[in-house]
């Protein structure tokens, strides 16, 4: 017999808060779940559709309970129980704060610089965090022609740091762009003509120190030194630092990696699961859980 929401809820703190075994999960909810681990309690998050939609919903029922989700069609601190299909759907708007729209959203909310986190995705990055999702080659005639920005842009300049999730290949992660979207710790100074760390290109303006601050992908989380250059923090569960070096366009410095990623909790696992997409429509498929979790959950 399937259990109400309510007993769902009270189920959560009795679900064990210790790692799951490898085989217990899949690829993409270890992002998720990494991703939630960026959010602060006390932050205001910009999310986009997909699996940053599922981490920051994980997060606000675990880790970040007070933090504050927008979406960029004008939803403003909803309390969605099951992830939204795309940030126009209203469901993201239960119990909401306002509902308003893309001149709240972007010219009140970022670019006040309220916005203490942004979640993105990506086509493209390079080794000091500039993000591509515009086009592949020329841009007056690309190989390939990507959605563009859809504030990509404004987001991961504003917001006071910046988590992306991308895909990883070596044409994905290059030493530097065929066309910067989104601006990461050096960028092109177009007084100079050179590249230049954003820092002194950006120096006087409220966004000098705004940046990315990790790079989620289906193979390790990145961060970002003091000169602005990515490095490898972790690697996840079977897969090897060579293999990750083999995936990157440039010189990538794996000598400060961690191990590897922290694998999720059954509790995280759990929230994952019932509450944030329990119809499967980010997350590929559903695990079972290991017979003393069902137990638990069968009651």
């Known amino acids: 017999m399937a259990k109400s929401m309510e007993e769902l809820i009270e189920l959560i703190d009795r679900i064990p808060d210790e790692p799951a075994k490898p085989g217990e999960f899949i690829l993409p909810e270890l992002m998720a779940i990494a991703v939630a681990h960026e959010v602060r309690d006390d932050d205001i998050v910009f999310a986009g559709t997909g699996l940053p939609m599922v981490g920051i919903m994980t997060a606000n029922m675990l880790n970040a309970p007070h933090a504050l989700l927008i979406y960029e069609s004008g939803i403003c601190d909803g309390k969605t129980m099951h992830v939204p299909m795309s940030v126009c759907d209203q469901r993201a708007a239960n119990m909401s704060s306002t509902l308003g729209g893309l001149v709240d959203t972007f010219g009140y909310y970022l ?46 300049t504003m917001a006071r740091r910046t988590a992306f999730i991308i895909l990883q290949e070596k044409r994905r992660f290059v030493e530097r762009n065929e066309y910067t979207t989104t601006p990461g710790w050096w960028c092109w100074d177009f007084k100079t003509r050179e590249w230049k760390p954003k820092k002194e290109v950006w120096k006087g303006t409220p966004f000098a120190d705004c940046g990315p601050c990790a790079v989620v992908t289906n193979m390790g989380v990145y961060r970002f030194d003091d000169q602005g250059i990515i490095y490898l923090d972790s690697h996840h569960p079977g897969v090897t630092v060579d293999q990750i070096k083999e995936n990157c366009g440039f010189e990538l410095n794996v000598s400060r990696v961690t191990g590897e990623t922290r694998h999720p909790t059954y509790r995280e696992l759990f929230v994952l699961r019932e509450f944030v997409d329990p119809e499967l429509i980010f997350l590929p498929a559903k695990s079972e859980y290991p017979a003393a979790i069902q137990s638990l959950i069968d009651g």
């Open 111 to 156: 670019q006040q610089g309220f916005v203490t986190l942004g979640f993105l995705g990506g086509a493209a990055i390079d080794k000091y965090g500039g993000v591509n999702v515009t086009s592949i080659g020329d841009y007056f005639q690309p190989s390939h022609r990507f959605t563009g920005s859809g504030g990509n842009s404004d987001i991961g």
